[in-house]
């Protein structure tokens, strides 16, 4: 026959509630001397009856050596625990308050883009335009840097394509001076026909 799962409730019955209580502190007692042998656990048991009786078990010598024992764990761990909910707490508060800031840098973003200043007065208004015209002069003059950079460098490169222009110019000159043929010697045996001649000139035969 299976049996029906217990309620956990009080059993309102006197008797059935002290048969069960008889016999569950029988296993409990039971169960607790078999951890301390198979595990081989300091395990301490006390047990009061709804009458007032003592039962207790305990794996050592004396039972206050566990206790003892146990107090000094508990206050171990309560120090563990308050350390570690003062952590939590801390970490809450960092959080909320990098929240704040973020919601005030969001706010003064949306006031710099021009949104949301209709609520703003003219003091706060004066101080946007500040901040603006702060932040226009530093991008124009990050601006002319970037120019002057770039126009270092555009000079640099006009020097080195001038100079290498100069280079090809007289490889080309030289490349023309090498295609000139050069003449050749002339021969002690050949005649030259020039111009010159031996006598008297010649004159004109005078017209009759």
């Known amino acids: 026959m299976v049996r029906g799962k217990t309620q956990m409730k009080r059993i309102e019955n006197a008797s059935s509630r002290q048969v069960t209580f008889s016999k569950r502190r029988s296993g409990l007692l039971k169960k607790a001397f078999e951890?301390?042998?198979?595990?081989?656990?300091?395990?301490?048991?006390i047990i009061f009856s709804p009458s007032g009786r003592l039962y207790e078990?305990?794996?050592s010598s004396q039972m206050n050596n566990t206790i003892e024992r146990y107090q000094k764990n508990a206050k171990t761990l309560a120090s563990l625990r308050i350390t570690e909910e003062v952590y939590v707490q801390k970490l809450k508060d960092e959080a909320a308050d990098?929240?704040?800031?973020?919601?005030?840098?969001e706010d003064a973003k949306r006031k710099l883009l021009g949104e949301s200043i209709d609520s703003c007065s003219v003091a706060e208004l004066v101080q946007i335009e500040d901040q603006l015209e702060k932040s226009l002069s530093k991008i124009r003059a990050r601006k002319n840097t970037l120019f002057q950079e770039q126009i270092h460098q555009l000079k640099q490169q006009e020097v080195k394509l001038m100079k290498v222009n100069t280079d090809l110019k007289e490889k080309c000159e030289m490349l023309a001076m090498s295609s000139i043929p050069i003449s050749q010697p002339l021969s002690p045996d050949m005649e030259v026909e020039t111009?010159?001649?031996i006598g008297p000139p010649k004159t004109k035969a005078a017209h009759v």
């Open 57 to 59: 078990f305990s794996s």
């Open 195 to 197: 111009g010159l001649f």
């Open 98 to 105: 990098s929240y704040k800031k973020l919601e005030i840098l």
């Open 35 to 45: 951890l301390s042998v198979l595990c081989d656990a300091e395990v301490a048991l």
